[in-house]
């Protein structure tokens, strides 16, 4: 096969119109072509008034050497893992997270039957939890948005979108083709799958891992570690179920504060790690297309998107996790607390536009010698924004032009806010550090100079988003080892991942470790 990359498209094509297109472009023979695949399909729309597709293919047919610009490729071999493990005691995963979920496909795929126990419910059971919290602020600390099978990222935009540029990539994108997954994600440049795919494909994992000799242990929350010689020896959860195991994975998540606390406790090494705070914002998805691509194009396009970044003098600001046509979502975790996320569906057809806008948090700005200051920073701050917003879990917005100007919000204007289970007029700059009130004005007024409306006055602010990322990181050596043998700190909470992609290749590669390791 050749790929062909660079391939101009000014045109709504379906695949098979595609590869018509192209045939006739490169002078291709189509009754030539055999295996044939999109490998990437972006938008380029730089030019407001010239915005086309912009697609990779490989295709297999004849006189492939005289297609101009052409590259010959070759298939990428698969990983061959080394299995060693030989021990008579399962791999035990705490979490079930995408970081948990591909290590546990990974055991299961090479002969291994790992157990995972995670805290909260299974996840059709989890969204009956979501929902009710939504609808009435009835809250379950262990069943939530952050808590629960298919972890935070479930209730997202569900993007596959990484910097890592990991060749485990790949096999996470098909794995998810594999379980329900879009075939889409498998060559779009910017993959999503959205949170109700998600939880469709979570349970079709989940029970593949079953059938090929996997346990799930679901309300059981893990709440002390057994170690002898500085080996893990066994784990134990509140239930009074003890699991002896020589490895276990925490793949606990961003969120999993009491296990922080345990882990710390018991002598596992972590440190203090830079992350972030700040707001959701909302605009009209509407704004935001017509800025990102103008008014003159008929292709049918999808909802824009946005990421940006602003560099002040004191720190930086950024978007995270831009949901288009999303809503922004209640993420408590915790008794007392308000916290933020956004969340799309798969069409991405709601009206307003969301990301999350936030100040970096430098490990040195606290002065304690704990490396869980972060974390209470956090929790502080969620506190503040469930009194603010009313003490009833509504959270406290406010219109751009008010937080711009210091003051109370009186009304809503053109955008409507999208959180429930309801809000509550409010200034954040009451409870944000004056650092980080003064850094988003920076950063959204120069972010209007990328994209008109951005510093529209009526642009909602929700308060607060603290979760962006785990506080603390528990280091690790080379082999993926804490100072603890055979404990594997893994993902996202344990400050390895950002996100549902780097979350799941972190996962896939502890398990490798844990395959390849020498018994002893």
Known sequence: MVRISNIKIKADYDEEELFDYICKKFNINKNSVGKKR?????????NKKD?????????????????????KIKESPEQNINVKRKSNVSPVIVGAGPAGLFAALTFVQNGIKPIVIEQGKCVQDRKKDVDEFLKTGKLDVLSNVQFGEGGAGTFSDGKLTSGIHDPLCKKVLQEFYNFGAPEQILNLNKPHIGTDNLIKIIENMRNYIIEHGGTFLFNEKVVDFEIQDSKICAVVCESGKRFATDSVILAIGHSARTTFEKLYEKGVHMEKKNFSVGVRIEHKQEMINKSQYGDETKLKLPPAEYKLAYHGEDRSCYTFCMCPGGTVIASSSEENTIVTNGMSKFARDGENANSAVLVNIMADDFQGNSPLEGMYFQKDLEEKAFYLGGANYKAPIQR?????????????????????????????????????????????????????GFANPDSILTGVETRSSSPVQITRDENKESNVKGVYPCGEGAGYAGGIMSAAVDGIKCAIAILEKKQL
């Open 38 to 46: 999109i490998v990437k399909k972006s938008i380029d729309a730089r």
């Open 400 to 452: 751009y032009e008010d937080f711009k100007a210091n003051r109370k919000s009186t009304y809503i204007g053109s955008v409507k806010p999208t959180y429930m289970p309801g809000v509550t007029l409010s200034n954040l700059n009451e409870i944000l550090p004056d650092f980080v009130s003064k850094t988003l004005v920076e950063g959204i007024e120069h972010f209007d100079k990328l994209i008109s």
């Open 51 to 71: 915005i086309f597709y912009n697609y990779a293919v490989e295709i297999e047919c004849s006189n492939e050497e005289k297609i101009k610009g052409a590259v």
